[in-house]
């Protein structure tokens, strides 16, 4: 299997009153073009300041990050290549959702004729094609989720990293999130997606890795699970919360 993103012995510090806090402590993990990561974790496990190390916004204290096999913070040219939607992404409220798109596309330089022919195509697939004309000011959070979604692939990227992509979803609006991953896998994407929702991992995911106390615990195909994913995770979190240190 074609590896697309090696994290090798990740650790980032963190100085706070002259004290020193250790956030991130030697992660590991692996994912494989075409597959679908969920990562998942405990409240303050580090799973935020893992995504931003690995994509270069938290310079790491000790890293090897690999994305296309190039090290990230040496040859950055991968980037063209990835999209990010963070939990709390920013939306420009005075913008409708087709000048946003149209901005989102000039930022990646991509001509504005192609923009024009897909955008309904993208508006369709999110399920806003009847908002198309309004401010994204005016949109419920769940809109904007799936704005976030469709703006995913306007650079056709070949991985994509979501960062709670189901969060503020009801039932419809995150069957259409997997339903969308699985499409986006049939296609040659790989996504890579933090979350706390278990059972969705568990329907949608080739792999999980969890995190707690700032390194992986656990890493697994979601085949090879012989239990409920929930009644796994709380074990190996049981397992290690007695540990002063986990390292």
Request: charged share 25%; net charge neutral; with cysteine.
């Amino acid at each position: 299997m074609n590896t697309i993103l090696q994290v090798t012995n990740l650790e980032k510090d963190f100085k706070v009153n002259l004290k020193t806090n250790k956030i991130l402590k030697w992660v590991n993990l692996t994912v494989y073009k075409w597959e679908i990561y969920g990562f998942l974790w405990p409240n303050w496990a580090g799973k935020t300041t893992t995504l931003k190390c690995i994509l270069w916004f938290l310079k790491p204290t000790l890293w090897e990050v690999k994305i296309f096999w190039k090290i990230v913070g040496s040859d950055n040219s991968m980037f063209n290549k990835i999209w990010y939607t963070p939990e709390s992404a920013y939306y420009y409220d005075h913008l409708t959702w087709l000048e946003f798109i149209i901005f989102m596309w000039q930022l990646h330089w991509l001509p504005e004729s192609d923009c024009i022919k897909i955008w309904e195509e993208l508006l369709d697939k999110v399920w806003l094609l009847f908002a198309k004309d309004k401010f994204v000011k005016t949109y419920s959070k769940w809109m904007k989720q799936r704005l976030w979604l469709a703006a995913s692939l306007i650079n056709d990227p070949d991985i994509i990293f979501w960062d709670e992509p189901m969060s503020w979803l009801d039932p419809l609006g995150r069957a259409l999130v997997k339903q969308f991953m699985k499409t986006l896998k049939e296609k040659g994407k790989t996504i890579f997606f933090n979350t706390h929702i278990l059972w969705d991992v568990e329907e949608v995911a080739d792999k999980f890795g969890i995190i707690y106390n700032g390194k992986i615990i656990c890493e697994d195909l979601v085949k090879n699970l012989e239990i409920p994913l929930e009644d796994l995770f709380i074990q190996e979190i049981q397992k290690y919360s007695d540990m002063k240190s986990i390292r």
